[in-house]
């Protein structure tokens, strides 16, 4: 069975969705059995407020940008869509969660929270519990797990939701296609050592190197010593 997984990030205009803050940017990245399948949701949102001067210093999206750009609510059916019956894997998921519920309940249009539509994963808590003490921002994972990011000179949704999903499949191991081939191969080994077995040994082309006399008369020899030391299994067989 397929396991759809979908990696998410937002930008907003500013850090507090309760000062009435607002999302103006969504990303979200599918991957299909731990691979990037190229298909994504990806939109920038008008507001309908202006973005903080602070945000905007860490993402570099201007009020006047935004200005064209489709509000919320005519995305949302099709978000929703998207994300339905996946597993939404968001770093610092909390934040996230609340800006989008938030999004969602303002459209008027009776969604429910986006946890009714789909499991959610925070990838900055499974980062805590294996670095415990330790930086836990996305660019510090990069850092850690070697995951390239020095494009990332401004924060953005959808090259920070490709870089998540790299750090993801580093943290839970990375190794689903070495595990995938391994299997196929041996798969493909227990076939082969069954048509071995299925084979006659009287099909084989078998050497059979016989002792000679002096060899038997050698062995022999050292087993009479072994007897003179004390028992000797095999020549109390013969001479039962």
Known sequence: MAVRQLLLDTETTGLKVEEGHRVIEVACVEMINRKLTGNCFHHYVNP???VDVGAQAIHGITNEFLKDKLDFGRIAQEFIAFITDGELIIHNAPFDLAFLNNELMLT???????NE?????????????????????LDALCKRYKVDNSKRELHGALLDAHLLGEVYLAMTGGQGNLFDSL????????????????TPLTQANLVVLNATQEEQLL???????????????????EQA
């Open 219 to 237: 062995h022999e020899n050292y087993l009479k010593s072994m007897q003179d030391l004390g028992a000797c299994l095999w020549l109390e067989d």
């Open 48 to 50: 309908g407020r202006e």
């Open 117 to 137: 539509y789909c499991q959610v994963t925070d990838t900055l808590r499974l980062a805590r519990q294996l670095h415990a003490g330790q930086r836990n921002s």
């Open 183 to 198: 299997s196929e191969h041996t798969a493909r080994s227990t076939q082969q050592q069954q048509k071995a077995v299925k």
């Open 108 to 114: 008027g249009q009776g969604f429910k929270a986006l």
